[in-house]
Each structure stands twice: as structure tokens, then as C-alpha cells.
């Protein structure tokens, strides 16, 4: 069974602490590896999409990476605008193209 | 165009009610999805709309659980003869062709409580 797991499960960071969350994920073949950001009370939002090992993409302090099993957001000197819950979802070769699998997400809070 | 809508943005209900949920999904957007989260959970997939064809139901939408999406707009979501374990917040989500390549856009969610 395609499955989605991360960790830590929450992450208490200093304000400029420097850390990454770990995606790993179980799936026969990946099509696609997606982050998202929620907020308390709204629905996630969209950061990134990873299709092989070895890509790279980056948003201001985020960088996601990829390899053939897991996946990684790196967070470069956090300010307290980056608490929030990182959800990583996947895509399976054998699911539809509009199937994608949550993870069920690292709580990060960054203290000023 | 502001997004995707979901109203209301809470529920509370008596077990053994109906309820009805509704998402306007962005306007050019042909895909519309609905997930479900509970507290410390990633969403889960429920159903997907394209245009107004329903394509993929999950197992967990039972036969309690109905959708429509008339006219490829707007979508609701129905629960029927509600049980305490229904309660969660519902998201819906839509996209431009495939999500996985272009991201989902969620609404903020309907929160679910069956007292």
C-alpha cells in the first residue's frame, strides 16, 4: 500500500535556526512529490513539485529536495512567518494522475 | 476571482442529520476535489470532479456520501444520516489540468462537528 510518512512530527525552532523535515515515502513507482504549507484553520497551499531524484526547487527561505525514497524541506534561518504545518503528498505511477496521497504533516513553530 | 469558497466554514449538527456542503472552485479551473482532514491527519482523497463528470470516488466515501457537480461550477457535498465520526474539517481544492503538475488550490475548509 502507497503510504506517506514524516517526520518530526513537531519541530520548535529559534528564529535563524537552521533545520529540515523529512518526507519518506512507500510507493511502487513515483510520478510526483508535492509540499505544501497550512495554516491553523485554512486549507494547504501549494509550495512545490519534485518528479525526480536529484531535483532541487527553492521558495525564499525553503528548499526541497528529492531522492529515491524520501524527500527533505530544508529551512534556511527560520523568522516566525514559517510556523505553520508542512504537509509532503506523493503521486503514484499506478493511482490517476488525480489521486495524490497526504502525509500527515511536521507542526513547525519558530520562536522569535 | 479570490479563490476557492467553501461554505459554511462550520458545522455543528445532531448525530443522524443531514448536512450539505458547498465549493465554488476557481472559475478556469476544470478539476474540482474533495478531501477530508481530522485533527494531526493529512488530508485524505474523497472524490474528484472534471467538468462535471464525478472520475474517481474513494472507499472511504460511503454510501452516506454523495457529490455533484452540476454544470462543471460549483460542487456540494452531502452526508447523510451523520455519525460522530464524520467530524472533520472538509476541504475542497480545484485545479488547471493535472493537480499533481500544477498544485491544488484548497479552500479553507468546512469544520464538521456531530454532537
Known amino acids: 500500500e ?4 514524516q517526520s518530526p512530527e513537531a519541530l520548535r525552532l529559534q528564529e535563524g535556526e537552521s533545520s529540515s ?11 510526483g512529490l508535492f509540499w505544501y504549507r497550512q495554516d491553523p484553520g485554512k486549507g494547504p497551499e501549494f ?11 527553492e521558495k525564499e527561505r525553503l528548499k526541497a529536495t528529492l531522492t529515491k525514497k524520501e524527500s527533505f524541506l530544508h529551512i534556511t534561518a527560520p523568522k516566525p512567518e514559517d510556523s ?23 507542526s513547525l513553530s519558530v520562536i522569535p | 476571482d479570490t479563490g476557492v469558497s467553501q461554505d459554511p466554514r462550520h458545522k455543528i449538527t445532531k448525530r443522524g442529520q443531514n448536512v450539505t456542503f458547498r465549493c465554488d472552485p476557481i472559475s ?5 476535489y474533495w478531501y477530508r482532514q481530522t485533527l494531526g491527519q493529512g488530508p485524505e482523497f ?13 472507499r472511504l466515501l460511503s454510501d452516506r456520501f454523495s457529490a455533484e457537480r452540476p454544470k462543471g461550477s460549483f460542487s456540494t457535498l452531502e452526508i447523510q444520516r451523520t455519525e460522530q465520526g464524520d467530524s472533520a474539517m472538509y476541504l475542497c481544492a480545484s485545479s488547471l489540468g493535472h493537480g499533481a503538475n500544477y498544485g491544488y488550490t ?3 475548509g468546512t469544520r464538521l462537528t456531530v454532537v
Do not use: M, W
Not at chain 1, 523535515?21 to 510520478?31: A, M
Not at chain 1, 509550495?47 to 526547487?57: I, R, V
Open chain 1, 84 to 106: 505553520a504545518t508542512y504537509l509532503c503528498a506523493v503521486q503514484a505511477e499506478e493511482t490517476s494522475y488525480d489521486k495524490v496521497i497526504f502525509g500527515p504533516g511536521t
Open chain 2, 46 to 58: 474523497l472524490t474528484y470532479f472534471q467538468n462535471e463528470a464525478q472520475l474517481e470516488k474513494s
Open chain 1, 21 to 31: 523535515l523529512n518526507c519518506s515515502y512507500t510507493v511502487s513507482g513515483l510520478r
Open chain 2, 28 to 32: 478556469e479551473h476544470n478539476r474540482l
Open chain 1, 47 to 57: 509550495l512545490f513539485t519534485l518528479y525526480s531524484a536529484g531535483e532541487e526547487k
Open chain 2, 106 to 108: 484548497f479552500g479553507s
Open chain 1, 2 to 5: 502507497d503510504q506517506v510518512t
